[in-house]
């Protein structure tokens, strides 16, 4: 699968600009500041239909602006689909369109286009923030399996009005908690729906992410992913009444705290070198390492999972490196399909050497 | 000072229709300027006769010119179905497939912390009597296919767990997330006819 062709309108500092994409990709050059970042973004926004970020809509449209449009034209299997996702600040409302057809819910577009965005910048605030490494692997699990995103949204509203009884009710449910047994199970079936497709991603993941850290770090170190949670260990089909079980277990706790203590919402993605935690003890460059790897393990399971190859998005990869490490990253790359990738500094050999041609910003 | 124009006033009126915003309300009360003063009195009229003349029936929550309701009322209706419905908008969807020839129940709304809505808030306290009344031998939960509605369903089957009647749920032939009243009578009739033990 591959973007050809891009259309920002008003989108971060973007007014009207167009991108046209070579099958093989492209890299783009710019200063800082000039919106690299925000072009990437804007091409992931096509994905997930959201900032990859965590922005929220309104701070992506331009400023001074109302509204903005993200369009893409993709190529599946020779195929060409037009998506297009486009947010009103003044209504509040996001839409989402595939072939000019309006979906009728935004999240219906997950799936349409496959990408995976690495940028050093994040490379902190993902390692270091639990809610962020769940997210990470939750938003990939959606790419390949809608059911996924629908159970995340079913957990999350059902969360929500069980946390505001908690909240709201405690006094109450001390003496009769049925209105709280009412939530529990819709919240075990899809919080053992998530921890099941979870564990089951990580573990494609996990082999893939190990073998590309030993390519790209030059230390013998191994990567590994934890996953902890209260019905981590249980077996599958023991998943739904483990959860019910915790629930129940902690029901006091739950009622004094105002809200819900376990569940997937809860649980631990922990990425570990050698066992140790990456993010309490890794250095800056193994923590960029660990967390390339695994991006660059998303996509082959994003092309396992779905058969197309995903866009991969490179943002300032170089920025840290050394010519050695650039152009093994490079080599790396050249084994996926299309690449955009973004760099600060003059096009330098490395890129101008490789398959894709130099735009600049 | 109340500065505020009639028309600010109509459009404020208006804007606690479900569904019509500000914009709207107020294109509304612009349009109604232009209709004949006859045209406005009857629909003014037709307002005030159902708030008037529509009474909500005290056995099931439906709405209908008597208490009880002309469905609660009529003696060809089968008396050992009671099915549990959300709302009226509901009753109705169920009516039109002409499937279900039982009585109702209806709670006029779903549990949700949220919005404040626990159990006194919905029709429940007349169910257990009227379950405990005999006749009744299958209680049906057709609540909306969502968050919600599930939740009200789970707490209705905890409340009827003791008593003599079986308690079945409608079939999920239902797209999850839809409006039940806007769902095709084909697939409400296919829900119903695949309803199952809980
Ligand atoms: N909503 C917005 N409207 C206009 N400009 C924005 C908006 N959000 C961010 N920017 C601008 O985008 C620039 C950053 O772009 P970025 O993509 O991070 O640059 P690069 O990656 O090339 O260094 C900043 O100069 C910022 O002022
Ligand atoms: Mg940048
Ligand atoms: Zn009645």
Same mark, same amino acid.
């Given at each position: 699968m591959h973007l050809s062709r891009l259309k920002l309108t008003d989108y971060r500092n973007f007014d009207r600009t167009t991108v046209e994409l070579p099958v093989e990709g492209i890299a783009i050059s710019g200063q800082n500041g000039r919106g690299k970042s925000n072009l990437l973004e804007a091409i992931f926004f096509l994905a997930i239909a959201k900032s990859a970020r965590g922005a929220q809509d309104r701070d992506v449209v331009r400023w001074g602006a109302q509204s903005?449009? /993200?369009?893409?034209?993709? #190529?599946?299997?020779? /195929?060409? #689909?037009?998506? $297009?996702?486009?947010?009103?600040?003044?209504?509040?409302?996001?839409?989402?369109? %595939?072939?000019?057809?309006?979906?009728?819910?935004?999240?219906?577009?997950?799936?349409?286009?496959?990408? %995976?965005?690495?940028?050093?910048?994040?490379?902190?605030?993902?390692?270091? =923030?639990?809610?962020?490494?769940? $997210?990470?692997?939750?938003?990939?699990?959606?790419?390949?399996?809608?059911?996924?995103?629908?159970?995340?949204? =079913?957990?999350?509203? /059902?969360?929500?009005?069980?946390?505001?009884?908690?909240?709201?009710?405690?006094?109450?449910?001390?003496?009769?908690?049925?209105?709280?047994?009412?939530w529990?199970?819709?919240?075990?079936?899809?919080?053992?729906?998530?921890?099941?497709?979870?564990?089951a991603t990580l573990s494609f993941i996990e082999a893939r992410a190990c073998s590309f850290y030993q390519r790209i770090s030059s230390e013998a170190q191994a990567l590994s992913l934890a996953y902890r949670g209260a019905v981590a260990s249980s077996a599958a089909d023991a998943r739904f009444s483990d959860l019910l079980d915790a629930l129940r277990s902690r029901r006091e706790d739950e009622i004094r705290l105002g809200h819900t203590l376990s569940g997937p919402h809860r649980d631990h993605l922990v990425?570990?070198?050698?066992?140790?935690?990456?993010?309490k003890f890794g250095s800056k460059g193994q923590m960029k390492s660990a967390l390339l790897s695994w991006k660059l393990a998303e996509a082959v399971y994003l092309e396992a999972h779905t058969g197309h190859q995903p866009v991969l998005l490179m943002d300032d990869v170089f920025s840290e490196l050394d010519a050695s490490r650039a152009s093994s990253v490079l080599e790396l790359v050249d084994d996926f399909g299309q690449v955009v990738l973004t760099t600060a500094r003059d096009p330098d050999l490395d890129i101008r050497e490789g398959r894709y041609g130099v735009v600049d910003l | 000072m109340n500065s505020e124009s009639p028309i600010d006033r109509l459009a404020k009126g208006l804007n606690r229709l479900p569904g019509v915003g500000p914009k709207s309300a107020r294109r509304i009360a612009l349009d109604m300027l232009t209709w004949d003063t006859e045209e406005v009195r009857r629909l003014a009229d037709l307002m005030v006769d159902v708030k008037t003349n529509v009474k909500s029936c005290t056995v099931c929550g439906n709405l209908g010119l008597?208490?009880?309701?002309?469905?609660? +009322?009529?003696?060809? *209706?089968?008396?050992?179905?009671?099915?549990?419905? +959300? @709302?009226?908008?509901?009753?109705?969807?169920?009516?039109?497939?002409?499937?279900? *020839?039982?009585?109702?129940?209806?709670?006029?709304?779903?549990?949700?912390?949220?919005?404040?809505?626990?159990?006194?808030?919905?029709?429940?306290?007349?169910?257990?009597?009227?379950?405990?009344?005999?006749?009744?031998?299958?209680?049906?939960?057709?609540?909306?296919?969502?968050?919600?509605? +599930?939740?009200?369903?789970?707490?209705?089957?905890?409340?009827?767990?003791?008593?003599?009647?079986?308690? @079945?749920?409608?079939? *999920?032939?239902?797209?999850?997330?839809? +409006?039940?009243?806007?769902?095709?009578?084909?697939?409400?009739?296919?829900?119903?006819?695949?309803?199952?033990?809980?």
């Open positions: 903005f449009v /993200v369009e893409g034209s993709i #190529i599946r299997q020779d /195929v060409p #689909i037009e998506l $297009r996702v486009a947010f009103d600040s003044q209504q509040q409302k996001k839409k989402a369109f %595939v072939d000019g057809e309006p979906l009728p819910r935004v999240s219906g577009i997950v799936g349409q286009f496959n990408a %995976v965005l690495f940028s050093p910048e994040d490379v902190d605030l993902v390692l270091r =923030t639990p809610a962020e490494r769940r $997210r990470l692997l939750d938003i990939l699990i959606s790419q390949s399996n809608p059911s996924h995103l629908s159970d995340l949204e =079913t957990y999350r509203r /059902v969360l929500a009005q069980r946390n505001r009884l908690l909240k709201d009710e405690g006094h109450r449910l001390r003496v009769d908690s049925s209105q709280l047994d009412a529990d199970s819709q919240l075990a079936e899809a919080g053992a729906r998530i921890v099941s497709d979870r564990l990425f570990q070198l050698d066992g140790r935690p990456v993010h | 008597t208490d009880p309701c002309s469905i609660c +009322d009529d003696s060809r *209706r089968d008396r050992t179905l009671l099915m549990v419905v +959300d @709302t009226v908008a509901n009753l109705l969807a169920v009516e039109r497939t002409a499937h279900f *020839r039982g009585v109702y129940h209806v709670l006029g709304g779903r549990l949700s912390p949220l919005e404040g809505v626990s159990p006194e808030d919905l029709n429940l306290a007349s169910l257990p009597d009227r379950i405990a009344g005999g006749e009744v031998q299958e209680v049906i939960l057709a609540n909306e296919p969502t968050v919600e509605g +599930d939740a009200t369903a789970q707490y209705l089957s905890q409340l009827l767990a003791g008593a003599p009647v079986e308690v @079945t749920q409608i079939a *999920r032939g239902l797209p999850v997330g839809s +409006d039940l009243a806007l769902a095709d009578q084909v697939t409400l009739s296919r829900a119903l006819e695949g309803r199952r033990q809980l």
